[in-house]
């Protein structure tokens, strides 16, 4: 049976041995099934450079080359976390890089992939934030930093975002349903697929009486995991289990 695969908001670091481990059974097993494998952002909790080569880092890439490599189409969206996974990580695990947001075909229904963050237009702080942080004398100004340094500025960027979020009303940190609409409507989609929220979930609703859905893809955590599948007859979600 023809099968894609969608996942997003993993968060892997060497802090998160467990997850990490559920990922590359998953890249072993379960993921060698599916036709395509999609992964909509934050596959990493921070992306310091291609050129970070911690541990897990060269396991988690060469279990994805595997896959890559043993027929299944390995996608790669950028997270708000990971936005600076580059050329040379995608080159070494066989990935291809999506664009934000991309329209895929899936058997016949016109889908939208996003990562999900730039569908919550009420968290103005966090765009602001967006636009300055991936401006490209920001980008490279970062980069030609020695390794410690970039680390240690994600961990203040991770505190700094970690107090702000604290004051901010959970709704706004929710996707805003006029910019779905907006997206869905501009790139002429049925579906969108996205994560980042964290608030896994199928919503349906109209636009001009026409039925639309959202599918939310869920965080991973070391005890539950879970995956969008879609095949011809339609989408469903699926626990990763060991
Ligand atoms: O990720 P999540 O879900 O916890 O929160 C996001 C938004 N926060 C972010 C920031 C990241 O979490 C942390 C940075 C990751 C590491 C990247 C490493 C590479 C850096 C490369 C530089 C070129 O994305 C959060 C949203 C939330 O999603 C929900 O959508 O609300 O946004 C914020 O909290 C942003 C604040 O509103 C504004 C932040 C001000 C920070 C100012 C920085 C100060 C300088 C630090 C010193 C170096
Ligand atoms: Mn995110």
Known sequence: ?????????LHLS??????????????????????????????FDSWVGDDFLAPPIPEIKQAMYQLSQSG??????????????????CQDTGAELL???TLIDLYG?????????????????YLDFRREIRH????????????????????????????AKSLKPE???????????????EHGAEHLIHGHTHR???????IAGKTHCRHVLAEWHRNHAELICVTPDGFSREPVCC
């Not at 379960?30 to 909509?40: E, F, K, M, S, V």
């Open 136 to 163: 490209p004398t920001h980008v490279d100004q970062f980069l030609s930093q020695p390794i410690k340094r970039r680390i240690a500025m994600a961990m203040a960027y991770r505190a700094k975002s970690g107090e």
């Open 200 to 206: 896994p979930a199928d919503h349906t609703f109209h």
């Open 72 to 89: 299944t189409g390995l996608w790669l969206m950028h997270g708000n976390r990971d936005f600076l996974m580059g050329v040379s990580f």
């Open 109 to 125: 229904m016109p889908t939208l992939l996003m990562h999900g963050d730039l569908l919550c237009t009420d968290d103005q702080a």
């Open 14 to 43: 060497a802090d998160r041995a467990d997850t990490v481990q559920l990922f590359l059974q998953f890249l072993n097993g379960r993921a060698t099934q599916a036709d395509h494998l999609y992964i909509l952002g934050d596959l």
């Open 1 to 9: 049976m023809t099968e894609q695969l969608f996942i997003s908001d």
């Open 99 to 101: 664009k934000d947001p």
């Open 171 to 185: 709704s706004i940190m929710d996707v805003n349903q006029q910019a779905v609409e907006a997206h869905l409507l």
